[in-house]
């Protein structure tokens, strides 16, 4: 499975951006789809995730109540809403696709338990 991350770009502090991610190659079925981002100068680290075959959402502590991921099951894609954008926002947002996780998994991500990954896309966000 080949993924593609869309809807990077520009915008100001309080801003919304919407990045979808589309599989090419097979649908997601039954697996996780998450978004992670990587800052210049920082490591990469988990944004949101959900759970294809339930819907289930999990979310990092610095983008509750500001982020939404979702799933279009008619397109096969995977939408992460972002309201009320920061600077400190400001990243090259992946997606990525892998088995479901079992219970609690999520109390600790880790980008190397996803087996398929997108190109990227930049989000800057300006003060």
């Known amino acids: 499975v080949q993924l593609q991350a869309f809807g990077g770009g520009l915008v100001q502090a309080g801003g919304s951006l919407r990045l979808s991610c589309a599989p090419f190659?097979?649908?997601?079925?039954?697996?996780?789809v998450a978004w992670f981002r990587q800052a210049p100068g920082k490591e990469r680290e988990f944004v949101a995730a959900?759970?294809?075959?339930?819907?289930?959402?999990y979310y990092t502590d610095s983008v509750k109540g500001r982020f939404a991921i979702s799933r279009d099951r008619s397109k096969n894609t995977v939408a992460l809403q972002m309201n009320s954008l920061k600077p400190e926002d400001t990243a090259v947002y992946y997606c990525?696709?892998?088995?479901?996780?079992?219970?609690?998994?999520?109390?600790?991500?880790?980008?190397?338990?996803?087996?398929?990954w997108g190109q990227g896309t930049e989000v800057t966000v300006s003060s």
């Open positions: 990525a696709a892998g088995t479901s996780k079992i219970m609690g998994y999520y109390s600790n991500p880790r980008g190397d338990d996803y087996a398929y």
């Open positions: 190659g097979g649908p997601f079925s039954n697996r996780d």
């Open positions: 959900i759970r294809w075959s339930q819907g289930s959402t």
